[in-house]
């Protein structure tokens, strides 16, 4: 068998690992030249994957990368993992989705399968993106090719999250794909889930993301509150987790970020308006979290009031620009945002982040591209005025702030509340 995958970021790299640790030969394809270079020189751009296991993977002849689509023609299957972002006014944009389903048309052939991984809202594999493969193809979905959808599950920086450990769920047009789609990945997930439809397992994996958007919001929201009336809601999420039933833990922060949450949810919230719906937690829950920012300012305002100092002209320190911990990945992250909101107000703005070096071009926020970290040392981080804790990487000693600075403004709980901490 021969597969390609189509998309070698975040989710098709590690899903490709996971097939040629297998034994089965992996075509990565991908329009970025650099990510194709370094993968056939085995070399990893994603933190948790080691370049040692590309390296194997590509000496051992089971991985190669490259632009030309015309090597869909040799697969048996084509798995599609690119970007579905959000345009103007929260509508989804499918522009990758519908240019890989035209370029992966013009070269199907009958009795190959093709699975759709990004995220979508339902009715995506079965309307737009067939009609496409068919119209590129003059082949009919169902009986001259196959096609399923099967979400990708995905965390960057969580060690339990391997393509082997996590179910996979999957949904195909017709019984027939289905059956095709379970056979491909029953060779490397532990568990595989079928489902009645393209439609459901779309809907699954909104719901995953939207639960999780959600919760966060709800806790984002009595951050708020609970500050307000003095009680700190860390101490409140722990005494919580101690019912053993009927709860589960989400914690606050500085907003969201990532592909996946600040996004997917108003897949559906578009989708649902077709169908005369409205979501209100989906555009509640979307509303409080893209607060949080603004919230986090006004801590940081508050802390430089109480030190003699106004925000213009004082120096922040951001702490972490990746969206999460332990991830070289900033997509849709909140530190953009706060600086966004400091520099407009006159701040002077650095930032200290280990796994980035420089700010890479970002869709949003191209005027912050090639900044620079600055070094972690007494010297650089004590020239600011205040530092605010936006990323919890596990590498940074976030207690030597307590030391060079006079004021920590804390949005993950990091450090013990003291006169020197402000938690937000």
Request: charge should be negative; hydrophobic fraction near 40%.
């Amino acid at each position: 068998m021969k597969l390609v995958i189509v998309g070698a970021g975040y989710v098709g790299l590690p899903l490709a690992l996971g097939f040629t640790q297998k034994d089965l030969a992996v075509c990565m394809l991908d329009i970025d030249s650099t990510k194709i270079d370094a993968l056939n020189k085995g070399q990893s751009y994603v933190h948790d994957i080691p370049s040692a296991d590309i390296k194997k993977a590509v000496n051992d002849g089971l991985l190669a990368a490259t632009s030309n689509f015309e090597n869909i023609a040799k697969a048996d299957s084509v798995i599609v993992c690119v970007p579905t972002p959000l345009g103007p006014n929260r509508a989804p944009n499918l522009q990758f989705v519908m240019e890989t389903a035209g370029n992966i048309g013009t070269h199907l052939k009958n009795g190959q399968l093709v699975v759709l991984e990004s995220t979508t809202y339902p009715g995506t594999t079965s309307g737009k993106f067939r009609e496409e493969l068919e119209a590129k193809s003059n082949l009919k979905a169902g009986v001259d090719f196959f096609l399923a959808f099967s979400p990708e599950r995905e965390d960057p920086g969580n060690p339990a999250s391997r393509v082997g450990l996590i179910p996979k769920i999957v949904g195909g047009l017709t019984k027939r794909c289905q059956e095709k789609a379970l056979a491909l990945y029953q060779q490397i997930a532990g568990s595989v889930v079928p489902v009645s439809s393209c439609e459901v397992a779309e809907a699954t994996k909104l719901l995953e993301n939207i639960y999780r958007s959600v919760n966060i919001a709800m806790v984002n929201e009595l951050k708020v509150i609970y500050d307000r009336m003095g009680i700190d809601i860390w101490e409140v999420i722990e005494a919580a987790k101690t019912k053993p039933f009927g709860y589960t833990p989400f914690y606050p922060g500085p907003g969201l970020g990532g592909h996946c949450i600040p996004i997917d949810p108003f897949y559906l919230t578009w989708k649902a308006r077709e169908h005369g719906q409205n979501t209100r937690f989906i555009e509640l829950a979307g509303e409080i979290n893209n607060a949080m920012p603004q919230f986090v300012l006004g801590k940081i305002q508050d802390a430089l009031n109480q030190k003699g100092k106004a925000l213009k002209n004082s120096k922040v320190l951001i702490v972490g620009l990746a969206y999460k911990p332990d991830v070289n990945d900033c997509r849709e992250s909140p530190s953009f945002e706060i600086m966004n909101l400091l520099q407009e107000r006159g701040a002077i703005v650095q930032y200290y982040d280990p796994f980035f070096p420089s700010v890479p071009p970002t869709r949003k926020n191209p005027h912050w591209t090639g900044q620079t970290s600055i070094e972690w040392s007494e010297k650089t981080v004590s020239d600011n005025d205040l530092a605010a804790i936006i990323t919890n990487h596990t590498s940074v000693d976030h207690h030597q702030l307590l030391e060079w600075l006079p004021i920590i403004v804390d949005t993950r709980n990091v450090l013990q509340e003291s006169e020197k901490v402000i938690k937000a």
